[in-house]
């Protein structure tokens, strides 16, 4: 097996390579003047079984087309070397929002990125807490796998929810399924009653609206769940909503901290008491650094994705690491 992790991911990297008791795998990345790039393994690749990190979350001064780009072609590259198979490891997935036409000609996105995977000859592609699962798993004709984190934020309900009872909330109608999962899963371990919640939102022209409030909150600690947070105004939204019903603690729980533009009013509001990520962007730790005193939490993904790969390897059960029923 070959690992390698592509610059920009090197820190989650470096922690699902301790999890796996192996080094990473040496390569070398390029930047020409005009913005052209290139990167190649810096060990022969031949025959052997290649995995390759790499999160496509813009920031830093290099855009996500920048991240897929270098991703793709490191990959057709291992390919093009010998590579028996070619595995991506894209915690992050970019492009997945945009799974459906909802004006006349739209892109449909997820579908274009699935087919520039297949086209450089990948094998297989792992990602974590995609935007749409259906759309994930329709668009891609090559192995895909889905990593989900139910599990790993189940503690920290608990922890913080106290003796309170409990509400998990979606801020819109399109993460209903994905709280309605995590709502089951905290029930299933904790053995008591969780209740559940949601709240319209619909986006044209990048203009919010829709009030449809679902769900009793009120003397509740209620966690809102989604699959990322951007800029944070749709979990300011929720967690404004659920306050005003008389909610006793809300808290932001989400797979993927992106904190782009405008990340510093949710940081400042006192509306939300925990916001919840995981490391899966490096952003999440650029954004502890800068808003020390925001009451941001960050949980290590490292070992799920190294279980996943060393499953995908053995081979083993993946089935039985995310907890899909035979």
């Known amino acids: 097996m070959r690992f390698f992790a592509l610059k920009g991911s090197e820190q989650l990297g470096a922690t699902v390579a301790r999890s796996l008791a192996i080094d990473l795998d040496p390569h070398e990345e390029r930047d020409f003047e005009d913005g052209e790039h290139k990167a190649r393994p810096l060990v022969s690749v031949r025959g052997k079984d290649i995995y ?3 999160s496509l979350a813009g920031g830093g001064g290099v855009s996500a087309n920048d991240k897929l780009c270098k991703l793709l072609f490191f990959l057709a590259t291992c390919k093009e070397n010998g590579a028996a198979r070619a595995t991506a490891v894209v915690p992050y997935l970019a492009y997945a929002r945009k799974d459906r036409q909802t004006k006349a000609r739209d892109p449909v996105t997820t579908r274009y990125v699935a087919q520039l995977f297949e086209a450089m000859g990948t094998d297989r592609i792992v990602t974590l807490d995609v935007h749409n699962l259906s759309a994930f798993q329709n668009a891609f004709r090559c192995e895909s796998i889905h990593l989900d984190t139910r599990k790993h934020f189940a503690p920290p309900i608990g922890k913080l929810a106290g003796d309170l009872p409990v ?4 801020p819109d ?5 994905r709280a309605q999962l995590l709502k089951e899963a905290l029930e299933a371990e904790t053995g008591k009653e969780v209740s559940f919640g949601f709240m319209e939102k619909r986006r044209s022209r990048n203009v919010v609206s829709g009030e449809l409030f679902a769900g009793d909150v009120a003397d509740n600690a209620v966690f809102i769940v989604d699959d990322m ?3 944070g105004g749709t979990m300011l939204r929720a967690a404004l909503a659920c306050r005003e ?3 006793r603690a809300v808290h932001a729980i989400a797979t993927h901290g992106l904190f782009g533009k405008g990340a510093d009013v949710l940081f400042g509001s006192r509306a939300i008491d925990r916001i919840i990520v995981t490391d899966s962007i490096d952003a999440a730790t650029a954004a502890k650094v800068l808003h020390p005193q925001a009451p941001l ?5 490292g070992r799920l994705i190294s279980m996943a790969i060393r499953r995908l390897h053995t081979p083993g059960s993946i089935s039985e690491l995310i907890g899909i029923e035979d």
């Open 229 to 231: 947070i951007s800029s």
């Open 167 to 170: 509400t998990i909330f979606s």
């Open 52 to 54: 390759v990190l790499h």
């Open 297 to 301: 939490d960050i949980l290590p993904i």
């Open 245 to 247: 019903r008389g909610a």
């Open 173 to 177: 109608g399109g993460g209903v399924k």
